[in-house]
Nanobody, 121 residues
């Protein structure tokens, strides 16, 4: 209970597509926002995309128009569809539960274990 589990990571060539999947309860500790974050070497985690329970979304500028976050509340699943991926998208991606429609990791209360995405040129 109250856990997030990612799947769908892997290796893909630049320009290709990949879909990450996160399973977990729609509400964790009262937090209904779901997001995807990635690790910045030497800095911490940065927000990639966040979605509210009703479907409102926010994206980082670096992935806007390439990535799409969505959720199926009936199945407790959150997706990150990654299209036209670039080598700089290579990273560990974490599913997160948070309390705001924000890319700031300070609003996150629960993290998944992470899924590695590797993009080759």
């Amino acid at each position: 209970q109250g856990q997030l589990v990612e799947s769908g990571g892997g290796s893909v060539q630049a320009g290709g597509s990949l879909r990450l999947v996160c399973t977990g309860p729609g509400y964790i500790h009262g937090n209904s926002y779901r997001g995807w974050f990635r690790q910045v070497p030497g800095k911490g985690r940065e927000g990639v995309a966040v979605i509210g329970y009703g479907g409102s979304t926010i994206y980082s500028n670096s992935v806007k128009d390439r990535f799409t976050v969505s959720r199926d509340n009936a199945k407790d699943i959150t997706y990150l569809q990654m299209n036209n991926v670039k080598p700089e998208d290579t990273d560990m991606y974490y599913c997160a539960a948070g309390r705001a429609l924000s890319l700031n990791p300070d609003y996150v209360s629960t993290w998944g274990q992470g899924a590695q995405v590797t993009v080759s040129s």
